[in-house]
């Protein structure tokens, strides 16, 4: 059974960090994609990240320079190190898998699967 579950999330200070972590299981992390994605109050989920089964990496340009997505295939998780964070970036955070590749990678119709999602609020 495929399975996602993010943590990591929290309460943090403008211009501060966060890393969130995407506990996998029920596939192989290697050969997919997996993206971060985040849903504000009132706004469209949007993506945030994603990373590929050759390790090609996507930012959407809100976060390009600020977060770093990885992952480490023997913990089947992936990470989103999230560094000079704004009032902005708050939202509920969530990871998601697509089987295989995508000329969309962060459409979140692209993604079969998702987690509970974690909240980062970033407020002073």
């Known amino acids: 059974q495929v399975q996602l579950v993010e943590s990591g999330g929290g309460l943090v200070q403008p211009g501060g960090s966060l890393r969130l972590s995407c506990a996998a299981s029920?596939?192989?992390?290697?050969?997919?994609?997996i993206g971060w994605f985040r849903q504000a109050p009132g706004k469209e989920r949007e993506g945030v990240s994603c990373i590929t089964s050759s390790s090609t990496t996507v930012y959407a340009d809100s976060v390009k320079g600020r977060f770093t997505i990885s992952r480490d295939n023997a913990r089947k998780t992936v990470y989103l190190q999230m560094n000079s964070l704004k009032p902005e970036d708050t939202a509920v955070y969530y990871c998601?898998?697509?089987?295989?590749?995508?000329?969309?990678?962060?459409?979140?119709?692209?993604?079969?699967?998702w987690g509970q999602g974690t909240q980062v609020t970033v407020s002073s």
């Open positions: 029920g596939f192989t992390l290697g050969y997919n994609t």
């Open positions: 998601a898998v697509r089987m295989g590749d995508t000329r969309y990678p962060l459409h979140r119709r692209e993604y079969g699967y």
